[in-house]
């Protein structure tokens, strides 16, 4: 790597984080996720807006020659990522109300996916070109994207409103804990089929990422907990044992990408089955979270929002056809949640507030959209199309809440 190209990488650090931040600052005031405004903030250096005003200064600000060191940093970010969002899995959260919470979770999944493959099949795929991916992988991935719920950003909100003791905000954590390991079993499927383009083929990967996950819940956690056994006594992470979970998150990344799976996986499993001490997660979460959040996830964001164009969606068809992606991904959510907790006794109020809660998609959609884009399943107007999408339904998600289910007076 020559030095100019060195001084040209660091330069889109400082722009990209500086903006994130910025951006994502403004979006805190007016009581929405920060996360949305870091995506808005990555869109903005991409085609949609940086490419219009001056398309000569964004090909030379990142050029080709940047992105592929932007794109392993943002991998690093998702791999950590995943790693504290499979820490914040509290077993004590499935526990309660947990039928109704299954129930409810694999419906608010159901519904939207049904709505995701019919899309597919009367509208999306012919759009989804030049792609030559056949029609399964390509339904599964926009089935899965419809179907996902944020479960970080969904306690934010809850813990933003003041929602976070009560009911709705029990309900709320257990049914997304529910949908996350739901649906990232069905982003693993959509992944293995589309990588042998069979589902037959995709057999022996599922088979593996089961069993690795089998042995992950049952020795790794063992021996996790044997390592951490003298945590309890002293309360204190110090810099061998963060070392050797950060290499373990590592290590884990590159199994499930051996397997076949995406590497985001290895994080996320990693997390779910370290043992659940309060205190060492906090202390986990808060060595973790800041840096990742603070510097390698606004490279995510701006290495997506290179992918992002605003342009491509030049017809009036087309933009048609992103409302009624919004409006399948919203209903689809809404009224699965809505109809299924009334079913099941739940007050009126707090099952409309559940609705649009599980609505919450943020960065997680992100997530999905990139996987699908990396592997050649979804084209970028379907890309650009989702992303618009993840950003509408987080953004109602707040203010809808608040008017339907006010938080207590404390």
């Not at 709705?168 to 649906?183: M, R």
């Not at 290179?306 to 009224?335: M, Q």
């Not at 919450?360 to 970028?380: A, Q």
Request: overall charge positive.
């Amino acid at each position: 790597m020559d030095t100019n190209t060195l001084l040209l990488i660091l330069a889109n650090i400082v722009v990209i984080i500086g903006l994130a931040r910025l951006i994502g600052l403004l979006f805190a005031r007016f009581q929405q996720p920060p996360v949305i405004g870091e995506i808005i903030a990555g869109i903005m250096l991409g085609p949609s807006l940086l490419g219009l005003l001056s398309p000569t200064l964004e090909k030379s600000f990142f050029p080709a020659t940047t992105q592929p060191f932007l794109y392993l940093l943002s991998e690093i970010g998702l791999i950590f990522y995943m790693f504290l969002v499979g820490l914040e899995l509290n077993p004590q959260h499935l526990r309660q109300k947990l039928k109704v919470a299954i129930v409810t979770s694999n419906v608010s999944i159901f519904f939207p996916f049904v709505l995701g493959v019919v899309l597919s099949f009367f509208v999306l795929y012919s759009l989804n070109q030049p792609n030559k991916t056949s029609f399964i992988p390509f339904a599964l991935f926009i089935g899965a994207a419809m179907s996902i719920t944020a479960f970080p950003v969904l306690a934010r909100i809850l813990k933003d409103t003041g929602l976070d003791k009560t009911p709705l905000g029990t309900l709320g954590l257990t049914c997304a804990s529910v949908d996350d390991i739901s649906a990232w079993c069905l982003l693993a499927i959509a992944i293995a089929v589309t990588r042998t383009d069979n589902i037959f083929g995709a057999l022996p990967t599922l088979l593996g990422i089961a069993v690795y996950t089998v042995f992950m819940v049952t020795l790794g956690q063992k021996l996790f907990k044997y390592i951490l056994r003298n945590y309890g006594q002293t309360n204190y992470l110090n810099k061998g044992l963060l070392t050797f979970i950060y290499i373990m998150v590592v290590l884990s990344a590159m199994i499930t990408q051996w397997i076949g799976i995406d590497m985001i996986f290895g994080g996320f499993i990693l997390g779910a089955i370290l043992p659940k001490n309060t205190n060492l997660n906090a202390e986990l979460t808060t060595k973790t979270e800041d840096f990742v959040s603070t510097f390698l996830l606004p490279i995510f964001f701006a290495y997506s929002g290179l992918s992002t164009d605003l342009g491509l969606l030049n017809k009036p068809y087309l933009w048609a056809v992103c409302a009624l992606v919004v409006a399948a991904a919203i209903a689809g959510k809404y009224w699965g949640v809505y109809v299924t907790t009334r079913v099941m006794g739940v007050e009126k109020q707090e099952a409309k507030a559940l609705g649009w809660l599980m609505n919450t998609r943020g960065l997680t959609e992100l997530i999905i959209l990139n996987v699908g884009l990396t592997l050649g399943v979804i084209s970028p107007v379907i890309f650009t199309m989702f992303v618009i999408m993840a950003i509408i339904t987080t953004i109602i998600t707040s203010p809808l809440v608040v008017r339907i289910y006010p938080a207590p007076a404390r």
